[in-house]
């Protein structure tokens, strides 16, 4: 059964930054491209980036490049995302997902990040 649990988010200030993770289990986490996708109140879900399978290529939205950075440990089965400088419309359920930008699968609940002062 795939399972990915998200963790790491949070209540954090403008300026701020916060570290997910997201513990794969269930599938060949080393064989598969993941990303970081994002739902804000009131909108569909998006994707804001992707790492290919071996963590030697990562791709980024436009709005989080610079900011955002997404890594992989495949010896511990766990996908991050590092997030710095947070603005308050990075507000948003944030899930890891199979998949790349055009075609990506969620499992998991999501982990809440919300940036307010």
């Known amino acids: 059964e795939v399972r990915l649990v998200e963790s790491g988010g949070g209540l954090v200030q403008p300026g701020g930054s916060l570290k997910l993770s997201c513990a794969a289990s269930g599938f060949t986490f080393s064989n598969k491209g993941m990303s970081w996708v994002r739902q804000a109140p009131g909108k569909r879900l998006e994707w804001v980036s992707g790492?290919?399978?071996?963590?030697?290529?990562?791709s980024y939205r436009d709005y989080v490049k610079g900011r955002f950075t997404i890594s992989r440990d495949n010896a511990a089965n766990t996908l991050y995302l590092q997030m710095n400088s947070l603005k308050p419309e990075d507000t948003a359920v944030y899930y890891c997902?199979?998949?790349?930008?055009?075609?990506?699968?969620?499992w998991g609940q999501g982990t809440q990040v919300t940036v307010s002062s």
């Open positions: 790492i290919n399978s071996s963590g030697g290529s990562t």
């Open positions: 997902a199979i998949g790349d930008e055009d075609e990506y699968d969620v």
